[in-house]
């Protein structure tokens, strides 16, 4: 129950999840949902309350400053930090035309700025 | 993998950036990285406005009247040498910046006439029209990528994002280079550097409600404190008064609401539909002259007195400009903010003091060198310039000219023979911290995350009690036993929880700088506030060194450098 007495209200994030050279799986994990939130919020809140492995790139919070929290939500490329969380089954998944690294993780640096 | 270079710059926001450049353009080999993409993580792609210097196209003005207004905010704790670099050569960097194609906002001339020179706009604490800027909202975005493109367009910088510095690598008592940790990959990466630039950004992720990205949580100043540098000024966090609070609003900078003050003035009210600023000392009257000192404390202080908004802060309120005057001013915003239900004109919102900028850092000479050997700083993660509170705008010209400096400074030192480059070699501690060990960690990293946010933000924020700092050092010591020693791994592939790992390493250190140093300061000046000690002290005109030997912290008080007399 929130404050005004109504069930709370959670989102449900059906989250695709590994490496590349394993099956990819999905984890589908529960929300507490406020309205205003965005999804980027919602993957945070995983992270500190569940799973601190869950990958995903972002650098701004909530500025769409960074432009690094680019991933498919509901099977459109979105920023998690504008797209808004809903009370509802979402999907997320990686961008799918990137190099996977981890979960929703890609590798999205120009190439002249990587490593090798 | 090892990589070799002249100069290594940790950190890609505006100092880092434009020391690249100026190291570069000196003839030094660079190697510019940051733990996020370059030019796209730090404070500097989030700044929306406004840049302090003394360019006078619009208003006649002066370095030196900069300096004054400098000074005066940062109430007796600045080095002034540090401060007359920031005024002085910030002119310097605005033109370069101009001419680079940053766009300034003009001052409008007739259809037919040439454009005039650059609009500046009057901020808190200053004399006079000062502060440049780019429409609309746009500073940190076009300034990032000014710099992004000069830096790709100057031979001799190789820029590599995703790396995160571990350590420092100190070789025989000099700064060799860093220890870092490829994120993708997880592979520990050697770089040697005959100099290398700390410029990190500043510390304002240790709050939980902070205008920062993941990216500063105070990296440089735990890396620089473990090799020996000096930090100053680490009680002197300042905060924003008024950061946005509610309603909730998506994809949108929590300090938005500062270009709109410049521009609009705004009325700062209480939950009673009031003003209320001259309860503390300073009238308002729809104008934007209150210091970022005083907003927080008259803010702070209604909402204890249960004059609150109702999410705890206070309203903000243009509802004096029709809907011409805020589109004029404000273009693509207002359409932003009426997707998200917001109506000016007809709505006030809620802001709040949100943690924003760290006046104190790692302690420099006007090289921008530290005590170690091979070792600079520059732009936020350097302290002394703002002393006890940073004056409006100063925190982009002081990445500029501090960036600039330090990158002169890095380019001449690497120019004169040196010693043989470190080879990579790393003791076995270096390694496992930046490798990882197989452990299973026994908490989760991001939810400690989250309380030392929450710790720092109750015992540690802009109002302090011996009381709420001691329990906030228990707390902290608490934390560090259960860190443990080196982070966990778990793969070749990215980390998220040896990141979190590693940030709290970093995080829990410089949070117990800031804590002790305000714990000793037993008076209040600018943006620290002790609720026990609500006077300044003349004996306090003192700037706090912290060092860290052997483990442990020390504190001294050192006398405040006085100016010195202009050299002809």
């Known amino acids: ?116 | 993998m090892h990589i070799e270079t002249d100069v290594l710059i940790i950190g890609a926001g505006g100092a880092g950036m434009y020391a690249a450049i100026e190291a570069a353009r000196r003839g030094a080999q660079v190697v510019l990285l940051d733990r996020s993409l370059i030019g796209r993580g730090g404070a500097t792609v989030m700044a929306q406005m406004t840049v302090a210097a003394a360019v006078g196209e619009q208003t006649p003005d002066h370095w030196e009247h900069h300096l004054a207004d400098t000074l005066k905010a940062g109430r007796g704790l600045c080095d002034p040498a540090l401060s007359r670099l920031l005024c002085e050569e910030g002119v310097e960097c605005i033109r370069e910046m101009d001419a680079w194609g940053v766009g300034w906002a003009r001052v409008p001339a007739a259809d037919d006439a040439p454009p005039k020179g650059l609009r500046a706009v009057m901020a808190p604490g200053h004399d006079r029209a000062r502060c440049v800027y780019v429409d609309f909202l746009n500073t940190g975005p076009a300034v990032s990528r000014t710099l992004r493109t000069q830096v790709i367009r100057t031979p001799g910088i190789r820029r590599v994002g995703d790396l995160v510095v571990t350590d420092l690598a100190m070789r025989e008592g000099r700064c060799a280079g860093a220890i870092a940790m490829h994120a993708p990959t997880s592979k520990v990466v050697s770089i040697a550097a005959k100099a290398t630039i700390v410029a990190t950004g500043g510390l304002t992720r240790l709050y939980r409600r902070n205008s920062a990205s993941v990216n500063m949580g105070g990296d440089g100043y735990a890396l620089a404190l473990r090799a020996g540098a000096e930090l100053i000024d680490m009680e002197f966090v300042q905060f924003f008064p008024i950061g946005h609070l509610a309603p909730r609003l998506i994809g949108m900078d929590p300090i938005m609401w500062d270009p709109f003050r410049y521009k609009l003035g705004g009325r700062l009210l209480n939950g009673e539909m009031q003003e209320f600023t001259e309860r503390y000392g300073m009238a308002e009257s729809g104008t934007y002259i209150v210091t970022r000192d005083l907003a927080t404390y008259a803010i702070t202080k209604e909402v204890e007195a249960g004059r609150g908004s109702p999410h705890g802060g206070a309203y903000l309120s243009f509802q004096h400009c029709d809907a011409a005057e805020l589109r004029a001013a404000f273009g693509p915003v207002i359409a932003r903010l009426a997707k998200q239900g917001i109506d000016l004109t007809r709505d006030a919102i809620e802001v709040a003091p949100i943690a924003h900028y760290h006046m104190g850092g790692v302690r420099v000479d006007t090289r921008m060198a530290t005590a170690v050997p091979g070792l600079y700083a520059a732009g936020e993660a350097v302290g002394g310039a703002n002393g006890a509170n940073r004056l409006s705008g100063n925190a982009i010209t002081e990445a500029f000219a501090f960036g600039r400096a330090a990158g002169r400074s890095a380019a001449a030192a690497v120019a004169k023979p040196g010693v043989a480059p470190w080879d990579g070699a790393l003791s076995v501690a270096e390694a496992a911290l930046a490798g990882g060990v197989v452990r299973t960690l026994p908490f989760n990293p991001a939810e400690m995350l989250v309380k030392l946010q929450a710790l720092m933000a109750d015992d540690v924020g802009p109002f302090r009690t011996a009381a709420g700092l001691t329990r906030a050092l228990e707390q902290l010591s608490a934390m560090r036993a259960t860190l443990g020693e080196f982070p966990p791994r778990a793969g070749d592939s990215f980390d998220a929880a040896r990141l979190d790992w590693l940030d709290l390493r970093n995080m829990l250190l410089v949070a117990e700088t800031v804590a002790r140093a305000a714990l000793l300061r037993n008076e209040s000046r600018g943006a620290h506030q002790r609720e026990d000690h609500p006077g300044l002290e003349a004996h306090w005109a003192v700037n706090q060194v912290v060092t860290l030997k052997a483990g442990a912290l020390g504190i001294t008080q050192r006398p405040v450098p006085q100016a010195q007399e202009a050299h002809a």
């Open chain 1, 1 to 116: 129950m929130n404050r005004d007495g109504n069930t709370t209200l959670t989102a449900t994030l059906t989250i695709q999840r590994g490496v590349p050279g394993q099956a990819a799986r999905t984890e589908t994990r529960e929300v507490p949902f406020e309205a205003g939130q965005s999804v980027l919020d919602g993957l945070r809140w995983i992270r500190s309350h569940d799973d601190a492995t869950l990958a995903f790139r972002f650098s701004c919070i909530n500025a769409n400053a960074c432009k690094e929290c680019m991933m498919q939500i509901d099977g459109k490329t979105q920023y998690a930090c504008t797209a808004r969380l809903e009370a509802r089954e979402m999907q997320i998944a990686p961008l799918p035309n990137k190099t996977l690294i981890r979960d929703l993780w890609t590798e999205i640096a120009p190439s002249d700025e990587r490593l090798d």
